[in-house]
């Protein structure tokens, strides 16, 4: 009998199916073997067993581990499966029945991540020793049940999990920011890093695992310092437990060089206790040595630095080191929300501190400046967001928005008349921009004409204004009242930042964007002359950072803790107080600051 080609191509296609197909029926591990033959391998670690490839996956087919502390891994159980899918679903974190070295310093690190400002026990950090126990239990007893499997299953996956979660939340944090109204877009920056990517390419077999989970921390060198002044305070807030010392008591007024105080040698021992003080005490009177030590104090915490013993002072002393713990940990938090191409921005408002520093373009500092920002009792509170600088606009018109003119300037119409108008260098004007020169309080209240403050030295955003678009009509902008600026708590904004000597940054942006045709002179005649509303476009856009850092330190290692004016560190803590899963859902930014109404 003769076959035909095609019956005979069929018959071998046939047969090599049903070769194909033994191993499937015949063994628990067959499939998985020709999966593994032909399964593209995204991995670059070294192959481990895959004698618990099945366990692996059947464990992380289900959302939750029981296992772990936080059992409920769904917001990562995708990237988990990935993980394990590109690696054939073979073990990543023992080998020979023992933990790798990297699962090892993982462990180390999950044990210390309160130096990082996270919780150790986000990640079973006290539960790892037990299940490394219990795996070596396993090797010495040859134990192969298939309870013993599913114990080796489950610790890789539990690794791989708590993994994850500790280099998301060096990453990115941990709360996303929408949810507390910061208006920072940290799911974009969660999806763009390749979780599975990095474990599997980078972790897995890394040479220095701490080294490189430190790679996905911001590369800044403020938050390099904030994290090493956090390691010292930990231990400082362990001494003061240890010891329980008493808290300074009250004075009924300021204590000057010379004054009497009750408690000379406690104060010098607390001054001493953050490195402030070396000076035993002679003398039985507040003395210059004291007053030094104190001066310096204020100056780390915000406070009027005249080396008097304030009743602030005494507060800010008295402050437990716990504290001082989580205002670091809070700021580390809000760091690693920054988008990657705003680590290191030219310009970092930080909003307590009162301060703005101005970095090149090589990130060494230009200089510091302090700010006005908003009000904080008067519901002005200056957002915080991210943006970049796009304009330079002098001598601005300031457009009144509606709800300031109601609250501000209805009443002096209603007692004085339109003339108030002129008198403060308000003019009224149509949407088209048409000037209207006869106007009555009736047309301003029903805001059938709006109002502007002309351009000049007396105008609420003086000579020279900062933009950075954003919804809400936030900038930064030089102001007619310096002396605010004598002020040691300076939230007295309606939400802008008001600059200290704007001409100076006026000088900085321009001649950095283009030094051809800006110079100091250009930019004092810009200011002074009579060209009003003069828009300049920047030909490089200056990444701008709106932030809230209670507790931080600069690059040289100075430690600065301010007050938490807005409460946005109590709002940051009650949300991480709630523990896993912390909150990732995004609201609509809706500010303590109404969008428009600034100055």
Known sequence: ?????????????????????????????????????????????????????????????????????????????????????????????????????????????????????????????????????????????????????????????????????????????????????????????????????????????????????????????????????????????????????????????????????????????????????????????????????????????????????????????NVPMDVRVQQLSDSLERWRWLPDNFIQPRVFVNLPEFIVRMYEPDHSLAFKMKVVDGEAQGNHDTPMFVRSMRFVVFRPYWNLPGSIVKKEIMGHLNKSGVGYLAEHGYEAYRNDGTVVTSVSAEDVEHQRVSIRQKPGPKNSLGLVKFLFPNEYDVYMHSTPELNLFNLTRRDRSHGCVRLQDAEKVANWVLEGDNPGDWNPDKVHEAMYGDNDNKTVNLKTTLPVVLTYMTGNADEDGTVHFFDDIYGYDKELDAALAKGLPYNQAPVKINPKLTPGETE
């Open 1 to 317: 009998m003769k076959f035909s080609k095609n019956a005979v191509r069929a018959s071998l296609i046939l047969s090599l199916l049903a070769v194909m197909i033994l191993p499937m029926t015949g063994c628990r591990g067959g499939w998985r073997a020709i999966k593994s033959k032909f399964h593209h391998r995204k991995s670059k670690s070294k192959p481990n067993t895959t004698d618990y490839a099945d366990n692996v996956e059947q464990v992380v087919s289900s959302p939750k581990l029981t296992i772990l502390k936080w059992s409920d891994y769904s917001n990562v159980q995708p990237q988990v499966q990935q993980f394990y899918d590109d690696r054939n679903y073979e073990l990543a974190w023992t080998r020979d029945g023992k933990p790798t070295d990297q699962a090892t310093a993982l462990i180390a690190m999950f044990e210390n991540a309160a130096t990082k400002g996270l919780k150790p026990e986000d990640y079973d950090a006290s539960r790892w020793p037990q299940r490394v126990q219990r795996i070596a239990t396993i090797l010495k007893t040859h134990d192969t049940s298939d309870n013993a499997q599913d114990v080796v299953a489950q610790f890789d996956a539990a690794m791989t999990i708590s993994a994850m979660r500790f280099v998301s939340d060096l990453h990115v944090g941990r709360v996303n920011p929408q949810s507390l109204n910061f208006d920072i877009d940290v799911p974009a920056k969660r999806e763009a890093f390749d979780m599975p990517g990095f474990l599997n390419d980078k972790l897995v077999d890394a040479d220095d695992a701490p080294t490189t989970v430190a790679s996905v921390e911001p590369g800044s060198p403020m938050y390099a310092a904030t994290e090493k002044a956090l390691a010292q305070y930990l231990e400082l807030a362990k001494q003061q437990d240890a010891s329980r010392p008493q808290p300074l008591p009250p004075v009924t007024k300021a204590v000057s060089v010379g004054g009497a105080y009750p408690a000379l040698q406690p104060l010098q021992q607390r001054l001493q206790f953050e490195g402030l003080s070396s000076t035993a005490i002679t003398s039985p009177v507040y003395d210059d040595g004291l007053s030094a030590s104190v001066k310096v104090f204020q100056q780390r915490h915000g406070l009027t630095d005249d080396g008097k013993l304030t009743q602030a002072t005494i507060d800010a002393l």
